[in-house]
């Protein structure tokens, strides 16, 4: 790949780059099966394809595979904080793959990449978090007559989709990838659960076990993150705003109670949402000396933080990597990590590869899915199709050497009759 056509921090680290690629790789085996298929039956050939994702090693190994069916890929950051630099540098040298992503890239970068994602007039589109398809929306118009449609990742991102068809302003067929059952209770429960465990105790060094951790939403992720700390003995809080989750809280053992309640109480808060400003004014007020406050939602606006800047007599940055410190009037210090952004991918290594071997798998066939069917979709929303989520969980299944039971004939006619009943 000709360097002047992509964005990067340093080619020369292209080699490690390139063993944490195939160390995810060994890993990834759903998604190896996959990339062997498309090698052979070409199903994106001659497409063109934006992708705007964390470029991260897992990450390398799905934009290797979308190459491998045929598609000719341009990736770009779907957040300034989770590049992973040498990823990036080893896609451009060993995969000839346009990259676009700097690790701490400011704003204005942010938007120069997705820029050139979009530049480069993709018939299929990857998000995570639909930047890249907002933008096409906003500022290429003029090109969504060429795209066929897009797969979303995230939680946020396909909350932002349906508020578009809802506005009836979306023009394009979309993918929840991020509601396959292969992805969320998978990657959003037990992915993004332990790495935002190790984003936490990589950015502090922190004792979990005896803490006093806050989990604001228990949704797929807020699960996830809660179960993985009780496991490592911390006295475990529940917020949230729907009572169903919360009662599901309360009833797997939780404490549940408002975050007014709870601020004073924790020693560590994460929020994991998806919404704004779940942590806010009034809470860092009650908040004890030394809070470490976290977020592993999708936006860096969970945690109110012009609200806590205006707040604090003194911020010490950097106290530690990726820990601000702000000084509270009465002297408390508050730790913020990561300025906000996504814990798990900003001070570790965002989810384990084992588990993205799952939504990228669902991701790679969905996008097959979007090249043969797209043309006969309409500018919704859709969920994946079934059968892609029943090949990933039998190849999964499969590569970790477990079977299942058949059904029987005579279950399946039990199954389908009303009939016999007591
Ligand atoms: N860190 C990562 O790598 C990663 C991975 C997957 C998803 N995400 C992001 O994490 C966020 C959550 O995703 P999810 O799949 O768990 O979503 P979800 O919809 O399953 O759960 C979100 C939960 O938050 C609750 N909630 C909303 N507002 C609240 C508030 N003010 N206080 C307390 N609870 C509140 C909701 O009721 C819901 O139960 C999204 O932004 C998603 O994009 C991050």
Redesign the pocket.
């Known amino acids: 790949m000709n360097p002047n056509h992509c964005d990067i921090k340093d080619l020369g680290l292209a080699d490690e780059g390139l063993r944490r690629i195939r160390w995810a790789d060994n890993d990834m085996p759903v998604l190896q099966q996959i990339r062997n298929e498309f090698r052979k039956a070409q199903p994106l050939r001659g497409l063109r394809m934006s992708a705007c994702l964390h470029v991260t090693a897992e990450t390398a190994n799905l934009v290797r595979t979308l190459q491998a069916g045929g598609a000719e890929v341009v990736l770009c950051a779907s957040n300034p904080l989770s590049t992973q630099d040498d990823v990036a540098a080893s896609l451009v040298r060993d995969f000839d793959i346009r990259v676009y992503a700097i690790r701490g890239i400011d704003n204005q970068g942010y938007y120069r990449h997705l820029k050139a994602a979009a530049e480069h007039k993709p018939q299929i589109t990857m998000d995570d ?1 639909c930047d890249l398809v907002t933008l096409l929306h906003d500022k290429y118009k003029k090109n969504m007559s060429e795209v066929i449609g897009s797969m979303e990742e ?4 396909v909350i932002r989709l349906r508020a578009m068809e809802r506005s009836g302003v979306l023009k394009l067929p979309v993918i929840a990838v ?1 509601d396959a059952k292969t992805k ?1 209770m998978f ?2 429960r037990y ?2 659960g332990q ?2 465990v190790d984003g936490i105790v990589r950015a502090t060094d922190v004792l979990l076990a005896g803490k006093n951790v806050v989990v ?7 699960r996830g993150f809660a179960n993985r700390c009780r496991g490592m003995g911390s006295n475990v809080i529940i ?4 009572p169903i ?1 919360a009662l599901e809280a309360a009833m797997d053992g939780f404490r549940v109670m408002p ?1 007014d309640e709870a601020a004073g109480i924790g020693d560590i808060f994460c929020t ?4 704004k400003h ?1 942590v806010r004014k009034e809470h860092f007020k009650k908040m004890k000396d030394g809070a470490i406050v976290a977020n ?4 860096d606006v969970e945690i109110d933080i012009p609200a806590l800047a205006k707040l604090a007599k003194q911020v010490n940055r950097g106290v530690r990597n990726h820990v601000d410190e702000y000084v509270m009037p009465n002297g408390n210090r508050i730790h913020l990590l990561a300025e906000g952004r ?1 814990i ?2 900003a001070a570790a290594e ?2 384990p590869a084992s588990v993205m071997d799952m939504s990228f798998a669902t991701q790679a066939l969905a996008a097959a899915y979007m090249a043969e069917h797209g043309k006969e979709l309409e500018n919704k929303v859709y969920d994946p199709p079934s059968d892609i989520e029943d090949k990933v969980s039998m190849m999964k299944l499969r590569s970790m050497s477990l079977t299942i039971d058949k059904l029987t004939k005579e279950q399946v006619s039990y199954l389908s009759d009303w009939t016999e009943g007591t």
């Open positions: 978090g995230t939680t946020t991102g991020n969320n990657d959003n992915g993004t790495s935002t604001a939403g228990y949704g797929w992720c807020g917020t949230e705003i729907d989750k975050m994991l949402t998806g919404n779940v592993s939602g999708h936006f996504l798990n991918l965002g989810h």
